[in-house]
């Protein structure tokens, strides 16, 4: 029999485990019984928890998409004034943040866009992830800019925001996170001036 409190403490090994095998062997080779072996748990307990590898994989992914969403919200709740472009920065830095751009993390999220292509449950978390970046950069352009120019930048900076991710996802370099904030925010500054 398990014991109590253990499940929190298993099911965050089991995650943690499944970011380091994605980031050593990739999705594909990350089998159940390599997660399990760098967890320190038996195969059966990933069952126990998950049912299989795609549960595992939805788990994980949500715990990428808790902790983005964490990221964006402490630097939204110590900003120093309540500007719309005080707010779109925090946006901006919390997609940037160490949680999503160390190794393991990135290429857990490559692989969750590939597979979200096939996979309904992971599909729903990808246009979710999507639809809240929208909307939560449109609502901030909305407050300077009329509807249609908010709406607009809204999906230019989100596609910025996405394409300087990938292109260092696929570079196997490190973020150069100071670069990408400083596009990004030169983007943000040009849609406010308009």
């Known amino acids: 029999m398990p014991k109590v409190g253990m499940q929190p403490v298993r099911r965050s090994q089991l995650i943690n485990a499944t970011m380091e095998a ?7 080779d990350a089998s159940i ?12 307990i990933i069952s126990h928890y998950f049912q299989d590898k795609n549960g595992l994989l939805e ?41 999503q751009i160390n190794g393991p993390a990135m290429k857990t999220w490559l692989a969750f866009w590939a597979s979200s292509m096939h996979q309904p449950a992971l599909r729903r978390l990808q246009r979710v992830n999507d639809q809240r970046l929208y909307s939560n950069l449109c609502h901030q352009f909305r407050r300077q800019l ?20 990938l292109r260092a996802a696929l570079s196997g370099d490190d973020f150069d996170t100071d670069q990408a904030l400083r596009l990004a925010c030169d983007y943000l500054d040009q849609q406010l001036a308009r």
């Open 59 to 99: 788990a994980t992914m949500r715990h990428l998409l808790k902790a983005l969403h964490q990221a964006i919200q402490a630097r939204r709740q110590a900003l120093p004034d309540d500007s719309p472009r005080a707010h779109l920065q925090a946006i901006i830095e919390g997609n940037f943040d160490d949680s």
């Open 22 to 28: 994605v980031d050593q062997v990739g999705m594909g």
């Open 33 to 44: 019984a390599l997660i399990a072996r760098l967890a320190g748990v038996s195969n059966g």
């Open 146 to 165: 009329p509807a249609q120019q908010a709406r607009q930048a809204a999906r230019g900076l989100a596609a910025l925001i996405d394409g300087l991710w």
